[in-house]
């Protein structure tokens, strides 16, 4: 591993610094980790709280006791109660941001 001798310094409003220590604590990651990683084009994933890992078991145990279509009938009814309650079921997407430059500038 190469050794980091260089600093690169930049200024944040108080705000931009607590959502970054945030961000950074969420992925298990130091502050500089994080904005190192994003910089470079990476994505550091968020560490799942244990209820995630809670779920994922039941769900293997449940597939494997009863079969498919006990899990798809969970999945469903998490889906419709969960994720897009009291909405319409179909999902819609919202037209990309155009971050290019402005015309005319």
Do not use: H
């Amino acid at each position: 591993m190469k050794e980091r001798t260089t600093r690169l310094y930049t200024r944040i409003t108080p705000a931009e610094k607590k959502r970054i220590f945030s961000l950074a604590k969420r992925c298990g990651l130091s502050a500089s980790e994080y904005i190192r990683q994003r910089s470079l084009g990476f994505s550091p994933r968020e560490i799942q709280p244990e209820i995630f890992y809670e779920l994922v078991r039941r769900i293997e145990t449940l597939y494997q006791e009863n079969g498919g279509e006990e899990l798809l009938n969970l999945i469903r009814d998490i889906r419709e109660e969960l994720i897009l309650p009291g909405k319409d079921r179909e999902v819609k997407r919202w037209p990309p941001l155009d971050s290019g430059p402005s015309k005319g500038i």
